[in-house]
């Protein structure tokens, strides 16, 4: 879409100023979000907090937690208490990663394994971003689908913590990659045509995108590459 171009949001005409200004707050809030990611995780592997999180357990709070950070970031996302929430919210985020962490790092090439789910993380993104930049036709329909897609992982993933299969979990994760891959053009494009008008929700977005498409990596490459 050219940038001389109003588009409109909701019956609203969004100009590309106004474009070109959520998605520069947007990358602002979404690097600095990660800082508080990286503290949780280190805080977590340090003090082994998340150790117990197993099974059902690690599930409930896992989800209880997001959710309810979730929906708290929606009612304050017009203010700047919305920031604090969102980065309390990846904080929260980074220590439930914690867990996974530790166990890729105490493989023999634990560090290299991280270093390359953290490099494909971000491939992915540049790659994504260039597309969302160059793709003109709208991917609103994308929307409904990855939505189911995102479900019937959810509920895979709830089936297989009570199965413990280490061959579901790395056919989650390899379709959980895909998946939010393309919700992460999909996000992305949103933005630049100025779908989404509110720079904390969009960061949001990304940052479910960029720590499912890690997670995922992570697995993939802790399951198949791990060299005890």
């Known amino acids: 879409m050219s940038d001389n171009l109003y588009t409109l949001n909701g019956g609203t005409l969004v100009s590309p100023a ?3 200004k959520v998605l520069r707050n947007t990358y602002s809030l979404l690097a600095l979000s990660l800082l508080p990611t990286v503290a949780g995780a280190w805080i977590g592997i340090s003090t082994g907090i998340t150790a117990q999180l197993t099974g059902f357990l690690g599930l409930l709070v896992f989800m209880g937690g997001a959710f309810g950070f ?3 970031i929606e009612r304050t996302k017009h203010s700047a208490t919305g920031v604090a929430v969102l980065l309390g ?12 962490l530790a166990a890729v790092l105490g493989m023999k090439n634990g560090t290299d394994l991280v270093m390359t789910a953290f490099a494909g ?22 929307g409904q689908w990855l939505m189911v897609g995102s479900i019937a992982l959810l509920i895979g993933s709830v089936v297989n913590v009570f199965i413990g299969s280490s061959t579901g979990m ?20 949103r933005i630049i045509d100025g779908g989404e008008t509110n720079y904390i929700s969009a960061t949001l977005a990304l940052y479910l995108d960029l720590f499912n498409i890690f997670q995922s990596l992570l697995a993939i490459l802790g399951l198949t590459n791990g060299d005890d």
């Open 170 to 189: 790395l056919v989650i994760s390899v379709m959980a990659t895909g998946i939010f891959s393309l919700f992460m053009l999909y996000d992305l494009k």
């Open 121 to 142: 993380t971000a491939g992915v993104f540049v790659v994504m971003s260039v597309l969302a930049s160059t793709i003109q036709r709208s991917l609103e329909g994308m």
């Open 89 to 100: 919210f990846t904080f929260f985020m980074g220590l439930m990663l914690s867990r996974m």
């Open 70 to 72: 979730m929906y708290a």
């Open 18 to 20: 106004e474009r070109n």
